[in-house]
């Protein structure tokens, strides 16, 4: 079976990618104009024209750090990997600025699940040209080849567990290697997920090993610049399924900046 038809397949079947994301937010309050130097990129979060809900979960994600720690700067094109609501994609909005350019990518199946409920948050959040430096793009990836190699960084967060225990490693290389194509040579590709133990059923508790997203990332092309323990949590013993009380948001997570060497 080829890289193409395992992406196809991969998102043929309604499994449930994002449902670690949280139900469907609220619409956010109309965005401020943007400055025209960007300001500190904390600050811009914690402005009430974000909503309530996304700075409410900030605590758990702690998106400055992964912008900064991904090296994501103002003027970049960003790629937000299975955007679902776009919670990172207007966090990436902020940090490029008004000389940089996000895109939302979304499989038209997680437009469509939950009775469309990542279509309506997206579309709240994106309404009346509220983040002008973001486009969305609703298609898998083996329709956005036109892209190829146009990226500064892509990020996917708490999808790529879900794609490997869903589908299985062929399906998730193929993924890994369709992203690879898209960034430039020196890109950056992010990958943030929930902590997974050897041996555990890690697919019941929606849970990868970090060590099958590096052995999968190194084989589709991806070296590893950095680990960090940014959503590092000790006290998650792994054995706990994500959504589990008091666990949920605050799972111990992994962060990897993946690069694309330069040519």
Not at 87 to 114: F, W
Not at 144 to 170: K, M, Q, V, W
Not at 191 to 203: F, L, Q, R, T
Not at 214 to 219: L, N, P, R
């Amino acid at each position: 079976m080829t890289n193409k038809s395992l992406i196809a397949v991969l998102f043929s079947t309604l499994f449930a990618l994002v449902a670690c994301s949280g139900s469907e937010p609220e619409a956010p309050p109309a965005a401020e104009p943007m400055a025209e130097a960007p300001a500190d990129l904390r600050t811009l979060l914690a402005s009430d024209s974000r909503s309530e809900e996304d700075r409410a979960r900030d605590a758990g994600r702690k998106p400055a750090d992964i912008v900064e720690f991904l090296g994501i700067e103002p003027g970049m094109r960003v790629l937000d990997v299975i955007a679902a609501g776009g919670y990172y994609t207007e966090v990436l909005s902020l940090a490029v600025g008004p000389d940089g350019h996000v895109v939302a990518q979304n499989p038209p199946v997680i437009l469509e699940m939950r009775e469309g409920a990542n279509e309506k948050a997206i579309s709240a959040r994106l309404a009346d040209d509220r983040l002008p430096n973001v486009s969305r793009m609703n298609s898998d990836f083996e329709d956005i080849a036109a892209d190829a190699g146009t990226f500064d960084a892509a990020i996917t967060a708490l999808n790529f567990h879900d794609i490997y225990n869903s589908r299985g490693p062929e399906a998730a290389l193929a993924t890994l290697q369709a992203i690879y194509s898209l960034l430039k040579p020196g890109g950056v590709f992010g990958i943030i997920d929930h902590v997974g133990a050897a041996g555990a059923d890690n697919a019941a508790l929606h849970r990868v090993e970090k060590s099958v997203a590096i052995e999968t990332a190194k084989a589709a092309g991806f070296v590893v610049d950095g680990d960090a323990n940014i959503l590092a949590n000790p006290a998650d013993d792994h054995t706990q399924g994500v959504f589990a009380e008091g666990l949920r948001g605050n799972t111990d997570r992994f962060v990897l900046k993946l690069g694309k060497p330069p040519e």
